[in-house]
Structures are given as C-alpha cells and as structure tokens.
C-alpha cells in the first residue's frame, strides 16, 4: 500500500458516520429531484390547485428513489472496477471511494439501497391511492430503471441511454407527475416546462460524460459521447440547452406560461461558457469547472421558475 493511500484510511477513520453516508448518497446531488418535483408542484399551484401532502408524498418518493439508485451505483461501480483499487487514484469526492476506504461494506451499501428504494415504493403507493394508479406505473418504472441504471442485467449507463433516462426521469416524469398528481390531470404548459428541466438535469451528466470520455472508452463505457466523439457530445450538449429556453419562449407566446417565467433566461449567462468551456477545454480538471456550472444552473433555472409562478398565481399575472 502507498503511502498516499495509508494516508487517505487514517483520514477516513476519524470521519462520521453523517458523512460517510452523505457521501455515499451524493447528498446533493437530491437537490436534482427535489427541483423537478417542486417546479411541478409551482405549475399546479399556478393552475389554481395546491395539496401540501400530495407535493411532500411526491417529493420524498423522488428523492428516496434517487437516493437508492446512487447507493446502486455505488455497489455496482465498485464491483466492476473490483478490489483494491489504490486510494492515490480514486477520487476522493467520489461516492465510490466510501467503500474503498473500508467506511462502509457493499452490503452496507446494498441495504441501504433496498431501504431507500422501499421507502420510494412506499410513499408512491400512498401517493397513487390518494391520486390515481398510474402515479403507481411512473412510479415502479422509474424504480426499475433506478436500480437498471448500473444494475445488471441492464447496465443502461454503459449502453449509452444514462443521459436519456436522466432527461425522462427528471424531467416529464417527475414534473409532469407531480403537476398530475396535485391538479388531476397533464397540461401542456407542464410538459413544456418539464423538457427544459428534463434536458437541463440530463445536461449535468452530459457534461461529466465529455470530462470523463478518455476513461470511459478505456472502461469500455458506452455513453452518448462516446458515440459522438467529443465534438459531437458538446453540439449535443449546446442543443439541448438551446430547447431548454426555446421550450420556456414558446409556452409564453402560446400563454401556456405566464410571461415572468421569462426571467429564467437570464441563466443564459451560465449556460452560454458552460458550452464554451466544454467546447474549447480538454483537461478533466478544467471540464470539472464545467460540470460545476451546470449544476448551478439547474438550480439556478428551477428556483427562478418556480418563484416565477409563484409571482404569476398571487398577483394574477
């Protein structure tokens, strides 16, 4: 064992067990899910319905659910990559590296996945006996596709669709469903918002996609950038990140939307050298400052939407 890696388990041990498991989970990460329940949660308080608990079962089942497929990843990453890894060269911001360091086992990790998607199902269910099974079919898809993302048999993430599933499950689903699940029914206001929220989660995992490409290919991990090259992975990126606004544009010419809603495009001042960075940089360390940004800006977007309508509903805009 190296020196830097004797180093890493004696720092480790005297960490707590608050936040090895924070770590684990990618704690922050949630804020991802948590946005995209509560911006379908604004567009039906907007629309004039508003069910505290029916937006608190939804948002717990998001993020339960979310939560149980990072500690999937965390088992199932760890075992592809297999024992021993040197702790010089994981990173030690990873989620993985919890159980490199020994501070949690794979069961560990295993059970805590179990009880996270448990409590998902659970919550669902209530949600869906309150509002309508076919919150119970999004519901049990989205878990499948949870534990799928590394889980075997599937391994989605490695055939390329894990920006794919990212867009569906952050963005229509738990958007959509949400609004669905408070108003009783869909509007298309709430699926254009929806695929603007969607591309811009999905727009997080792309970019780490173009940091990581030398990696994946030599792990033989197949994402979309992998396909397209670097390149084409940040026209892709730049793309999607167009709809987003054009999507919020258009729901206010049409009057889906309420015209403050426009304020999200002042988030444009971070999207537009996100693309520039990814576009001109090679250096993981650079791209990472990329990522960062993007983020931010998934944050920044939800919170300026979300007031939005808030604004719109109390003073009738």
């Known amino acids: 064992m190296s020196e830097a890696s004797m180093a890493a388990r004696k720092t480790a041990s005297s960490r707590s067990a608050i936040s090895v498991w924070m770590q684990a989970t990618r704690m922050r990460s949630l804020i991802i899910s948590s946005v995209s329940v509560l911006v379908g949660g604004a567009l039906a308080y907007y629309s004039g ?44 911001h990873g989620s993985t590296v919890v159980v490199e360091q020994g501070l949690l086992t794979t069961a560990q990790v295993w059970g805590g996945a179990l009880v996270a998607f448990a409590l998902g199902i659970a919550s669902g269910i209530t949600l869906s006996w309150m509002a309508g099974w076919q919150l119970l079919a999004v519901g049990v898809v989205g878990t499948i596709a949870g534990y799928s993302y590394a889980g075997p048999p599937l391994r989605v993430a490695y055939l390329g669709l894990g920006v794919p599933i990212v867009f569906v499950f952050m963005g229509p689903a738990m958007v959509v469903g949400t609004y669905y699940a408070i108003a009783g029914s869909a509007s298309w206001g709430a699926i254009l918002v929806s695929i603007s929220v969607g591309l811009l989660a999905a727009d997080i995992l792309q970019i780490n996609d173009i940091r990581d490409l030398e990696t994946d290919i030599a792990n033989h991990k197949h994402t979309l950038t992998t396909f397209l090259g670097r390149r084409g992975g940040v026209v892709l990126l730049a793309v999607a990140e167009s709809i987003v606004y054009l999507a919020v544009i258009v729901g206010v010419a049409m009057r889906l939307l309420p015209w403050p809603t426009l304020i999200t495009l002042v988030t444009l001042f971070r999207a537009i050298p996100q693309v520039r960075i990814a576009l001109r940089e090679v250096r993981q360390d650079t791209l990472h400052l990329a990522w960062v940004r993007g983020v931010q800006l998934h944050l920044e977007f939800g919170v300026l939407l979300i007031l939005a309508l808030i604004v719109s509903r109390l003073t009738g805009i």
């Open 49 to 92: 319905h508003l069910n505290a608990m029916r937006l608190f079962l939804a948002w717990f089942s998001a993020v339960a659910v979310q939560t149980g497929t990072n500690l999937t990843n965390v088992h199932y990453n760890y075992k592809r990559r297999g024992r021993g890894a040197a702790l010089d060269r994981v990173d030690p």
